[in-house]
Each structure stands twice: as structure tokens, then as C-alpha cells.
């Protein structure tokens, strides 16, 4: 099981059989599942509204819901979750887990937080899934989720600061400094929370440097998979997929989009996550 956050495709969602908790966006008085969002026009919409909506963790109904079906037909859950310092996600999923074991004493249910969200966190939920698969047990599932924390690493640049600005994550005088001289940051997801990987001047230098950085760790401790990862802009992606990042995998490389309750708050942005063989850093 995860949330919505992680941005698995559907394909992948069904092949494993992952079940997904929503998120919700909230604009005025209607609250709205981002699984049931249709990206692109959501995306062109956000360009002319005045403030952005806000978002929400999954309710206490809907970790219920999944963990109850799961426990009584028998099953443990491997529950791989967004950063517990970016969302009150895990916080929600503890609470019910608790309420479960004192109905359900005998429920073995298994929080995992993925320190990240988008793409990394949803490499951490494939591995558990891929290891259940494979007849893992419940605690082998949670470690091979946890493994993938120190052998990942998501990079993805804005075109701008506006929507970071917008949203409160940065200050309106950041956003407008980094505007006049044209400071593209290359972001990133460590220790549970974004923090920058670079700074260049242009996207085009954002978009290469991003490349870079990705060839320099794949020829340090091999690679298992990637995604490039979109927010609005996937004709960009898939020229970023073709041009930069499928020269060093050697292959075709997904072009996944991001979640609306990521993408709101970044704008219009391109991205790319990868796992190592080896870890990238100590876990």
C-alpha cells in the first residue's frame, strides 16, 4: 500500500496489486481526490487562479478502509508512505494503525517512510511490492523498501519560483531575485525533506547539470532504474527523457507525471529519479 503522492503509474499499480490511499486538493469548500484529477488541465488551470488551492493528507476513513479489507481477508500490509517532514501522512496512517491492532490484535501492518515523495518514494513502495511478489515476508518487504532510501536520489528543476513563492515555501524576494538573474535551482529530495543540489544560470544548464549529476553517480555505483518525471510539461520531459537521460541508461526511460499535490506547489518543473545498484550514500 501507499499514497497518492508516490506517482506510480496504473500499470504498475495493477501488475503488483498496490493499493493507494488519495490525497485530496482543496479549493473553497470543495476537497477533491488528486487520483481522480486530470493532470494536464488541472496544470493549465493553476496558471490563472489567484491563489493556489491547498492539499490534504488521506483521511483516517481511508487508511481504514484498505488496512480492514487487507487484515480480514488474511493479508499483512507493507504501507510505503510520502516523507512524515513533508506531510502528516504517516502521522494519520500511525494513528489508524494503532486502532487497528485494538480491534484486530493479531494485524501485522508495517509503516514504512520513504523520506521523499513522487518517484523515489514510489521506487521504495516497487521494491516491497516486488518482493512480496517473490513470496517476501512482511518484514523482508519493509526492508527492501528502506534499502532503496540511501540508493536513490530525485532531481528536479522549475522553470520558476512563482509557484514556490506563491505557496509560502520560499520568499517573495527569493522568487523575484532569482527571476532578475535568472538563477535556475536544481532541487532535491534528502533526509526527508527539498533542499537545493545546485544552482545554474538558465534551465537549459539546470536541465544538464541535472544529467550530469545523474551520469556522475550511475558511473560510481551502477544503476537499476529511472524515471523522468514531469510537472505540466511532459512534451518537455520526454525531450529531456530522449535527448539526456536515455543516453545513459542505455534504454527508453519512463516519463512519469508528477502528483497534483507535489506539482501545485512547484509549478511547471522536469525531473528525473533513479535508483543505484550500490547506495549512493550511507543509510
Not at 14 to 22: C, P, Y
Not at 207 to 226: E, F, I, N, P
Request: with cysteine; net charge negative.
Amino acid at each position: 500500500m501507499t499514497d497518492s503522492a508516490s506517482s506510480l503509474p496504473q500499470e504498475d499499480l495493477e501488475r503488483l496489486h498496490i493499493k493507494v490511499a488519495s490525497l485530496y486538493v482543496n479549493e473553497g469548500s470543495t476537497s477533491q481526490r488528486e487520483t481522480e484529477i486530470a493532470l494536464p488541465a488541472f496544470y493549465e488551470r493553476l496558471q490563472d487562479v489567484s491563489s493556489l488551492p491547498t492539499t490534504s493528507q488521506p483521511s483516517p476513513q481511508d487508511f481504514s478502509d484498505v488496512f480492514t479489507e487487507a487484515v480480514e481477508a488474511g493479508h499483512d500490509v507493507c504501507c510505503v508512505l510520502l516523507s512524515s517532514k513533508m506531510s502528516s501522512t504517516y502521522a494519520t496512517a500511525e494513528i489508524e494503525v494503532k486502532l487497528m491492532r485494538e480491534q484486530y490484535p493479531d494485524a501485522r501492518i508495517e509503516l514504512v517512510d520513504s523520506e521523499s515523495n513522487s518517484m523515489q518514494e514510489g521506487f521504495a513502495v516497487l521494491a516491497a511490492a516486488e518482493c512480496a511478489a517473490e513470496g517476501g515476508s512482511l518484514a523482508e518487504c519493509a526492508a527492501a523498501a528502506r534499502a532503496t532510501i540511501p540508493r536513490t536520489r530525485f532531481l528536479f528543476a522549475p522553470y520558476s519560483l512563482e509557484y514556490l513563492s506563491r505557496g509560502g515555501r520560499i520568499s517573495g524576494a527569493t522568487a523575484l531575485l532569482g527571476s532578475a538573474l535568472q538563477i535556475a535551482p536544481i532541487l532535491t529530495a534528502l533526509d526527508g525533506t527539498t533542499g537545493i543540489a545546485g544552482k545554474v544560470r538558465t534551465y537549459s544548464k539546470a536541465l544538464l547539470r541535472m544529467a550530469k549529476m545523474m551520469r556522475t553517480d550511475v558511473a560510481r555505483c551502477g544503476l537499476k532504474r529511472a524515471a523522468v518525471q514531469a510537472i505540466s510539461d511532459i512534451e518537455g520531459g520526454r525531450r529531456f527523457a530522449h535527448e539526456l537521460i536515455e543516453p545513459i541508461v542505455g534504454s527508453s526511460v519512463p516519463v512519469v507525471p508528477i502528483a497534483a499535490t507535489i506539482g501545485l506547489h512547484v509549478g511547471p518543473a522536469i525531473g528525473v529519479t533513479y535508483e543505484t545498484i550500490d547506495p549512493l550514500r550511507e543509510g
